[in-house]
């Protein structure tokens, strides 16, 4: 199961990078998550490894070029745009309290993983 876990994830990422048009704000308001929020969750999946990655170094993998790349092509987030990506991690909140989840301790303190919103729309 790992290994088809480890290809769906390749996939995805192949996916996202392709999809550069789709902003992480409106993966956020869509989905309750983006790019940042896989790279820091594979971030943390390596503390326990030999091999740990720094959230830069998870950020680059995620994205498959430097982050900052990624980041100067940025536009600035409409407030409507930053209006749904709030509503859509309050309902994570609000499916993770109707479901007893809590998230790992290490997320507890930096979620929601995404930069401020005015770094993750398209150009």
């Not at 902003?23 to 820091?40: I, T, W």
Request: contains cysteine; hydrophobic residues 35%; proline residues 7%.
């Amino acid at each position: 199961m790992e290994q088809l876990e480890a290809a769906a994830f390749r996939r995805l990422l192949e996916h996202l990078r392709m999809r550069q048009d789709v902003a992480n704000v409106d993966l956020m308001g869509q989905a309750g998550f983006c790019r940042n929020c896989l790279a820091d969750w594979l971030a943390e999946a390596s503390v326990e490894t030999p091999w740990p990655l720094t959230r830069e170094e998870a950020r680059n993998h995620v994205y498959g070029e430097p982050y900052v790349d990624f980041k100067a092509r940025q536009l600035e987030a409409t407030p409507d745009q930053i209006a749904r990506m709030e509503e859509s991690l309050a309902e994570n909140a609000r499916q993770r309290r109707a479901r007893g989840l809590k998230l790992d301790r290490q997320l507890e303190d930096t979620f929601p993983a995404s930069d401020p919103p005015s770094i993750t729309g398209p150009r």
